[in-house]
């Protein structure tokens, strides 16, 4: 392996807008060294095996090392949590850590993460040094791995004898990179420009010595600048302690017993997924599509984001040869947009795309219990191969394309594999759900300072083939809504309402889960943000299940001014007294709702998840009373059940997009690709 080839000279360049070609220095660096797996133009060799095939490595170390890892991974977590000082960091933790062989494969799999490539591709691993931070947040340098400015990221090197054995990583979305609006999300960008401070892969720390310069360079471009400066010391600080602990493991155990164990970690998830997911998949070709709605520029319109899944029984050359193979292709995806929906899927063969869509997989799984168990780490990365566009879509943007709302984009996608893989098994898959958006308020406070209050909140997921959806939940893993508590006692409004949207989950045999209702008044006037998607066009119920209720905000509830807000907005004014209200989505449903027992419609009834009124509509069910004692008219809903039944066509579609996709379709209710 050659470490001397890897220069700064070798990083992927952005990409010419008016030709849709690489710059001249990137076709040169192309030309003059070999491309390896990971598709980097760079000598350094990614993704590879650290022992032979067919070491053996006790079985029992190998659940030792893999506790360790998710022991240290909490570790790391739980350090910046505690603490970092943004509340998107310290309260909402939406951040993410990982940890990495040398070979940039992530071990760990609880969740997500970014990805080392970028570091190794731009600073050879002999010239890393113990107490070395490196840091990067640049969308177009990140390999994939980065979806927006505000996604900040650290990397620390782990070494053992001397050299690099492991790299541990945190990356979270912060409070202000810069850009054009608080919170650096300006929901009609045109540029990436607009969106704040790009910083490429630099040193942050040499040897235990923070940049300076570069941290007063970050700090000068955020609004919250203190906020910022300790959020990254905590990361920083936090990754450190994470590297000390992966050392003392390979001092302990010896780095070739460690690295077979890694071997052994990956390998035994490549084969779990093969054996119990992949294999519950027919051999053939299915395709799906769902869109987003809008990117704050132009006017709504369908933004097709289009899978084809291949299935084969065997995969091709390379490793995952001789067993079921997924081929993912996002042909058919459309141009990329003005507004800020792009994502940069295409690079490093899509490898983050990979584990980002890869935990849908596991719905496949045997029991629920099972598929809770199965952790997502590189070792699904050779079961699926992806094939992108040509440059210029919403998956393959061109630089300088605005990136800040790509939550549009890669959430879709986990509907859409969701979907294409529920043609395949006969809909033995959930629903659809929308579980992230970002809403908040910013202005004075009390004392006249600038604040920013901003949250994630969830919503609800889709029923599955066995169970209702989940309420209120988040696809970032251990995030949360923020305080009430805190909320109040920090910023100028009171929380007035914290709830269940009732009515919100889509009608079905299986119920989708319910969103947040969320009220809050304002104390001082200021302005409203949001960036959030699924306010047209529904989650989609599947097999008979109706679509959930769209996402909502409500300023001025009840008074003279009373408004809905679009769900794109930078600064709607909110005058003191006045009210928000946030009705975040609900999930699809699953099965014919006319089919779910009047038991469990009296039981949504009492628990106040269903009106009487959401019962006779969406359920067919006839109810008296009260929440607290609802009666059933079994007589009575059953005649309705009938007569629901008798006024449907006699043939509908496989999914159920809900009343807004005719909005945007020129009146279709369905698209081509919703029939089996």
Same mark, same amino acid.
């Given at each position: 392996?050659?470490?001397?080839?890897?220069?700064?000279?070798?990083?992927?360049?952005?990409?010419?807008?008016?030709?849709?070609?690489?710059?001249?220095?990137?076709?040169?660096?192309?030309?003059?060294?070999?491309?390896?797996?990971?598709?980097?133009?760079?000598?350094?060799?990614?993704?590879?095996?650290?022992?032979?095939?067919?070491?053996?490595?006790?079985?029992?170390?190998?659940?030792?090392?893999?506790?360790?890892?998710?022991?240290?991974?909490?570790?790391?977590?739980?350090?910046?949590?505690?603490?970092?000082?943004?509340?998107?960091?310290?309260?909402?933790?939406?951040?993410?850590?990982?940890?990495?062989?040398?070979?940039?494969?992530?071990?760990?799999?609880?969740?997500?993460?970014?990805?080392?490539?970028?570091?190794?591709?731009?600073?050879?691993?002999?010239?890393?040094?113990?107490?070395?931070?490196?840091?990067?947040?640049?969308?177009?340098?990140?390999?994939?791995?980065?979806?927006?400015?505000?996604?900040?990221?650290?990397?620390?090197?782990?070494?053992?004898?001397?050299?690099?054995?492991?790299?541990?990583?945190?990356?979270?979305?912060?409070?202000?990179?810069?850009?054009?609006?608080?919170?650096?999300?300006?929901?009609?960008?045109?540029?990436?420009?607009?969106?704040?401070?790009?910083?490429?892969?630099?040193?942050?720390?040499?040897?235990?010595?923070?940049?300076?310069?570069?941290?007063?360079?970050?700090?000068?471009?955020?609004?919250?600048?203190?906020?910022?400066?300790?959020?990254?010391?905590?990361?920083?600080?936090?990754?450190?302690?994470?590297?000390?602990?992966?050392?003392?493991?390979?001092?302990?155990?010896?780095?070739?017993?460690?690295?077979?164990?890694?071997?052994?970690?990956?390998?035994?998830?490549?084969?779990?997924?093969?054996?119990?997911?992949?294999?519950?998949?027919?051999?053939?070709?299915?395709?799906?599509?769902?869109?987003?709605?809008?990117?704050?520029?132009?006017?709504?319109?369908?933004?097709?984001?289009?899978?084809?899944?291949?299935?084969?029984?065997?995969?091709?050359?390379?490793?995952?040869?001789?067993?079921?193979?997924?081929?993912?292709?996002?042909?058919?995806?459309?141009?990329?947009?003005?507004?800020?929906?792009?994502?940069?899927?295409?690079?490093?063969?899509?490898?983050?795309?990979?584990?980002?869509?890869?935990?849908?997989?596991?719905?496949?799984?045997?029991?629920?219990?099972?598929?809770?168990?199965?952790?997502?780490?590189?070792?699904?990365?050779?079961?699926?191969?992806?094939?992108?566009?040509?440059?210029?879509?919403?998956?393959?943007?061109?630089?300088?394309?605005?990136?800040?709302?790509?939550?549009?984009?890669?959430?879709?996608?986990?509907?859409?594999?969701?979907? #294409?893989? %529920?043609? &395949?098994?006969?809909?033995?898959?959930? /629903?659809? +759900?929308?579980?992230?958006?970002? =809403?908040?308020?910013? !202005?004075?406070?009390?004392?006249?300072?600038?604040?920013?209050?901003?949250?994630?909140?969830?919503?609800?997921?889709?029923?599955?083939?066995?169970?209702?959806?989940?309420?209120?939940?988040?696809?970032?893993?251990?995030?949360?809504?923020?305080?009430?508590?805190?909320?109040?006692?920090?910023?100028?409004?009171?929380?007035?309402?914290?709830?269940?949207?009732?009515?919100?989950?889509?009608?079905?045999?299986?119920?989708?889960?319910?969103?947040?209702?969320?009220?809050?008044?304002?104390?001082?006037?200021?302005?409203?943000?949001?960036?959030?998607?699924?306010?047209?066009?529904?989650?989609?119920?599947?097999?008979?299940?109706?679509?959930?209720?769209?996402?909502?905000?409500?300023?001025?509830?009840?008074?003279?001014?009373?408004?809905? #807000?679009? %769900?794109? &907005?930078?600064?709607?004014?909110?005058? /003191?007294? +006045?009210?928000?209200?946030?009705? =975040?989505?609900?999930? !699809?449903?699953?099965?014919?709702?006319?089919?779910?027992?009047?038991?469990?419609?009296?039981?949504?009834?009492?628990?106040?998840?269903?009106?009487?009124?959401?019962?006779?509509?969406?359920?067919?069910?006839?109810?008296?009373?009260?929440?607290?004692?609802?009666?059933?008219?079994?007589?009575?809903?059953?005649?309705?059940?009938?007569?629901?039944?008798?006024?449907?066509?006699?043939?509908?579609?496989?999914?159920?997009?809900?009343?807004?996709?005719?909005?945007?379709?020129?009146?279709?209710?369905?698209?081509?690709?919703?029939?089996?």
């Amino acid at each position: 392996m050659c470490f001397s080839c890897q220069t700064a000279a070798t990083r992927l360049a952005p990409v010419d807008a008016a030709t849709g070609s690489q710059h001249p220095e990137v076709s040169a660096a192309h030309d003059g060294a070999a491309v390896n797996p990971a598709g980097l133009p760079t000598a350094y060799e990614h993704g590879n095996r650290l022992t032979p095939e067919g070491t053996t490595v006790d079985p029992i170390l190998v659940e030792i090392v893999e506790g360790t890892l998710a022991s240290v991974e909490m570790e790391v977590e739980t350090a910046i949590a505690r603490t970092s000082r943004s509340p998107m960091i310290r309260d909402a933790h939406d951040f993410r850590a990982g940890i990495h062989d040398r070979q940039l494969r992530k071990l760990t799999g609880r969740s997500y993460s970014a990805l080392v490539h970028p570091i190794a591709r731009d600073f050879p691993l002999d010239e890393m040094s113990e107490g070395d931070v490196f840091f990067h947040n640049d969308v177009y340098e990140s390999e994939g791995g980065i979806g927006h400015l505000p996604d900040l990221c650290v990397t620390v090197p782990v070494f053992s004898g001397g050299e690099v054995v492991a790299f541990v990583q945190a990356f979270g979305h912060h409070d202000d990179i810069g850009g054009a609006v608080p919170g650096s999300m300006p929901s009609n960008a045109q540029t990436v420009f607009e969106e704040g401070l790009s910083v490429p892969p630099i040193k942050l720390w040499d040897k235990g010595v923070p940049n300076q310069a570069a941290l007063r360079i970050m700090t000068r471009n955020s609004r919250m600048p203190d906020s910022l400066a300790a959020d990254l010391d905590a990361e920083c600080s936090a990754c450190l302690m994470g590297a000390r602990r992966l050392g003392e493991l390979f001092e302990r155990y010896g780095r070739d017993t460690i690295e077979a164990a890694f071997d052994a970690i990956l390998d035994k998830t490549t084969e779990t997924y093969r054996r119990e997911i992949l294999s519950k998949i027919p051999d053939g070709t299915y395709v799906w599509e769902d869109y987003a709605e809008h990117d704050g520029v132009d006017e709504p319109k369908l933004h097709t984001q289009r899978i084809t899944l291949t299935k084969q029984s065997t995969g091709g050359p390379g490793p995952g040869d001789g067993g079921p193979k997924l081929i993912i292709d996002f042909t058919g995806t459309a141009p990329q947009a003005k507004g800020p929906i792009n994502h940069c899927g295409d690079y490093v063969g899509g490898n983050f795309l990979k584990k980002w869509l890869a935990p849908i997989l596991r719905n496949l799984a045997d029991t629920p219990e099972r598929m809770a168990e199965l952790d997502v780490n590189e070792g699904i990365v050779p079961l699926i191969e992806m094939k992108f566009p040509e440059k210029g879509t919403l998956l393959t943007p061109i630089y300088p394309a605005p990136t800040n709302a790509r939550t549009f984009v890669i959430l879709r996608l986990l509907g859409v594999l969701a979907g #294409v893989v %529920a043609k &395949a098994v006969d809909g033995k898959m959930p /629903a659809d +759900q929308e579980t992230i958006r970002y =809403t908040g308020v910013y !202005g004075k406070d009390r004392d006249g300072n600038d604040y920013l209050m901003r949250e994630v909140l969830g919503g609800g997921s889709g029923g599955r083939y066995y169970a209702d959806g989940e309420d209120t939940i988040h696809v970032v893993p251990d995030s949360r809504n923020l305080p009430t508590e805190f909320t109040e006692s920090r910023f100028p409004f009171i929380v007035e309402r914290l709830g269940l949207a009732v009515d919100s989950g889509g009608a079905g045999r299986h119920r989708g889960g319910l969103g947040y209702e969320k009220h809050i008044r304002m104390l001082k006037d200021a302005h409203f943000m949001s960036i959030a998607d699924r306010s047209i066009l529904a989650c989609w119920g599947v097999k008979g299940g109706k679509a959930g209720r769209p996402f909502e905000v409500t300023v001025d509830v009840g008074g003279p001014e009373e408004r809905t #807000v679009d %769900a794109l &907005a930078d600064a709607e004014v909110v005058k /003191a007294g +006045q009210v928000i209200r946030i009705r =975040t989505t609900g999930g !699809g449903g699953w099965g014919d709702p006319l089919d779910r027992p009047y038991a469990e419609v009296e039981r949504d009834l009492r628990w106040g998840k269903v009106s009487f009124e959401g019962a006779r509509r969406d359920f067919g069910v006839v109810a008296t009373g009260d929440l607290d004692e609802p009666v059933i008219d079994a007589a009575a809903s059953d005649a309705l059940r009938e007569q629901l039944r008798g006024d449907r066509a006699a043939e509908q579609p496989f999914f159920d997009r809900g009343p807004g996709y005719a909005t945007l379709a020129a009146g279709q209710t369905a698209a081509d690709v919703d029939w089996v």
